[in-house]
């Protein structure tokens, strides 16, 4: 008992001479540096070394993912192709502007937009994207967010002045392409944090697809949902409807549509000529 | 304007009803085109037979991809209701038009029908099938003076093209 007291007495005494010693040092330190500073001019600020910018020369430009962002392909109809293309150049050139990045419907976004009505001219939302529609300059996307209990969807025009900023803090796909039912589903999966970090993503390879299947409030809902007009794939429906309601709602499905080839449309070679048009627009000036 | 009105106003639409609804409209069509691949030549109404060419050529082109291709297996097996005609458009029909990228069908007007409801009938057949031709086949008249000239004109430029070279 007395032996141990007697060692950690001396533990103790070492460590404190050691802390004084730094101490010492420390403060010495401090002084010969105020004693050159004042021999020179003010005391310069701090700068922090600069961050080493990480260029990943591995891969190469071909592998990094093609993607066309869907308001460039015009749908099926009768106007004159010189619209779409005056349309697309007119794309081109607001995007040398601003920087749209590529992003999907149930990616996590961050928009800031000027606003003549706040303090600092600009107001930052932060959403869920669940909606990409509109073709040409007037597309649009709709983010959604649930702020102070309260859900708040915000439809944004992506080449409008107003926009300064489009910020991709997760980058991720869903299993549909579009996520109104979101309105009806529980609280939690609409919530995002508006001051999340963005997460980091890989600009070669496949997008992530969240295979999330979401629970829904009681119904009613804003739309049948589970109607197979609507092909919904994210839904947990065997959690809200009976197997008999499944049922009921198939009767609404018309299963000579998928054979239907006047319904069909394969724009795979119109999309390639459009690619290739924005990459020559975009190399120029 | 109000949606319930835009549904009786058709201003610009294109697409045509037939029967009782979508679903009676495809399998009128299917039919049709059941019949015309059976037999290569029908007559039916010209409403009918502008449908159904459009679903003709198109069966065809998903029948160029071959039997193996399985979404041209569903769709000949959902458009032919008698099954014995999926293998007579991949075997017979497809290799037919293998050169030819469009234009698999010839629709020809017909006098109306004698029935009560005088209808406007058509024929629909693909080309090269076995029948006599549709309409008659102008044959230019060899022994007419203009013909028989021209015929030694060409026969004497080829020979003095031969003796040329």
Same mark, same amino acid.
């Given at each position: 008992?007395?032996?141990?007291?007697?060692?950690?007495?001396?533990?103790?005494?070492?460590?404190?001479?050691?802390?004084?010693?730094?101490?010492?040092?420390?403060?010495?330190?401090?002084?010969?540096?105020?004693?050159?500073?004042?021999?020179?001019?003010?005391?310069?600020?701090?700068?922090?070394?600069?961050?080493?910018?990480?260029?990943?020369?591995?891969?190469?430009?071909?592998?990094?993912?093609?993607?066309?962002?869907?308001?460039?392909?015009?749908?099926?109809?009768?106007?004159?192709?010189?619209?779409?293309?005056?349309?697309?150049?007119?794309?081109?050139?607001?995007?040398?502007?601003?920087?749209?990045?590529?992003?999907?419907?149930?990616?996590?976004?961050?928009?800031?937009?000027?606003?003549?009505?706040?303090?600092?001219?600009?107001?930052?939302?932060?959403?869920?994207?669940?909606?990409?529609?509109?073709?040409?300059?007037?597309?649009?996307?709709?983010?959604?967010?649930?702020?102070?209990?309260?859900?708040?969807?915000?439809?944004?025009?992506?080449?409008?002045?107003?926009?300064?900023?489009?910020?991709?803090?997760?980058?991720?796909?869903?299993?549909?392409?579009?996520?109104?039912?979101?309105?009806?589903?529980?609280?939690?999966?609409?919530?995002?944090?508006?001051?999340?970090?963005?997460?980091?993503?890989?600009?070669?390879?496949?997008?992530?697809?969240?295979?999330?299947?979401?629970?829904?409030?009681?119904?009613?809902?804003?739309?049948?949902?589970?109607?197979?007009?609507?092909?919904?794939?994210?839904?947990?429906?065997?959690?809200?409807?009976?197997?008999?309601?499944?049922?009921?709602?198939?009767?609404?499905?018309?299963?000579?549509?998928?054979?239907?080839?006047?319904?069909?449309?394969?724009?795979?070679?119109?999309?390639?000529?459009?690619?290739?048009?924005?990459?020559?627009?975009?190399?120029?000036? | 304007?109000?949606?319930?009105?835009?549904?009786?106003?058709?201003?610009?639409?294109?697409?045509?009803?037939?029967?009782?609804?979508?679903?009676?409209?495809?399998?009128?069509?299917?039919?049709?085109?059941?019949?015309?691949?059976?037999?290569?030549?029908?007559?039916?109404?010209?409403?009918?037979?502008?449908? %159904? @060419?459009?679903? $003709?050529?198109?069966?065809? *082109?998903? =029948? /160029?991809?071959?039997?193996?291709?399985? &979404?041209?297996?569903?769709?000949?097996?959902?458009?032919?209701?008698?099954?014995?005609?999926?293998?007579?458009?991949?075997?017979?029909?497809?290799?037919?038009?293998?050169?030819?990228?469009?234009?698999?069908?010839?629709? %020809? @007007?017909?006098? $109306?029908?004698?029935?009560? *409801?005088? =209808? /406007?009938?058509?024929?629909?057949?693909? &080309?090269?099938?076995?029948?006599?031709?549709?309409?008659?086949?102008?044959?230019?008249?060899?022994?007419?003076?203009?013909?028989?000239?021209?015929?030694?004109?060409?026969?004497?430029?080829?020979?003095?093209?031969?003796?040329?070279?």
């Amino acid at each position: 008992m007395a032996a141990c007291m007697k060692r950690l007495d001396r533990a103790m005494l070492s460590i404190r001479l050691l802390r004084n010693i730094q101490l010492h040092n420390e403060r010495s330190l401090s002084t010969s540096l105020h004693r050159l500073a004042l021999d020179g001019e003010q005391p310069s600020k701090f700068t922090p070394p600069v961050k080493p910018v990480i260029i990943d020369k591995t891969q190469s430009v071909a592998s990094l993912r093609k993607f066309l962002s869907p308001e460039f392909v015009p749908p099926r109809q009768r106007t004159n192709p010189a619209k779409f293309s005056m349309e697309r150049r007119d794309m081109v050139r607001r995007r040398k502007v601003l920087h749209i990045p590529e992003f999907y419907v149930g990616s996590i976004l961050a928009v800031t937009m000027t606003d003549p009505h706040s303090a600092g001219k600009n107001n930052r939302f932060v959403g869920i994207c669940i909606q990409r529609g509109g073709r040409g300059l007037g597309a649009t996307f709709v983010l959604r967010n649930i702020i102070d209990n309260q859900g708040v969807e915000i439809c944004y025009e992506m080449y409008s002045p107003r926009v300064q900023q489009i910020e991709v803090l997760k980058l991720e796909k869903r299993l549909d392409d579009n996520l109104m039912y979101l309105r009806d589903a529980l609280p939690e999966y609409c919530t995002v944090d508006p001051d999340m970090k963005p997460h980091p993503f890989s600009t070669t390879g496949e997008v992530p697809v969240n295979k999330i299947k979401v629970k829904m409030l009681p119904k009613p809902w804003s739309k049948r949902w589970e109607r197979p007009k609507f092909d919904v794939k994210g839904i947990r429906f065997d959690l809200c409807l009976s197997p008999e309601q499944m049922e009921h709602a198939q009767k609404w499905a018309q299963p000579w549509l998928e054979y239907d080839m006047l319904k069909e449309y394969d724009t795979s070679k119109l999309e390639e000529d459009i690619y290739t048009e924005i990459q020559q627009e975009a190399a120029t000036k | 304007m109000r949606l319930a009105l835009q549904l009786l106003i058709s201003h610009g639409r294109v697409a045509r009803r037939m029967g009782l609804g979508p679903e009676s409209r495809i399998n009128i069509l299917r039919n049709i085109l059941t019949g015309l691949v059976r037999h290569e030549r029908i007559e039916t109404t010209t409403a009918r037979a502008d449908e %159904v @060419r459009f679903y $003709a050529e198109k069966l065809i *082109d998903y =029948a /160029k991809r071959g039997d193996t291709d399985e &979404k041209a297996m569903k769709m000949a097996s959902f458009w032919l209701t008698e099954k014995d005609l999926v293998p007579k458009l991949f075997k017979v029909l497809a290799p037919r038009f293998e050169t030819q990228q469009k234009g698999y069908t010839r629709m %020809v @007007r017909l006098p $109306a029908r004698l029935n009560l *409801d005088r =209808a /406007k009938m058509a024929v629909l057949e693909y &080309k090269g099938n076995p029948f006599p031709h549709l309409s008659p086949i102008r044959k230019e008249n060899e022994l007419t003076l203009i013909n028989q000239l021209l015929k030694a004109y060409r026969e004497e430029r080829s020979q003095f093209l031969a003796a040329k070279s």
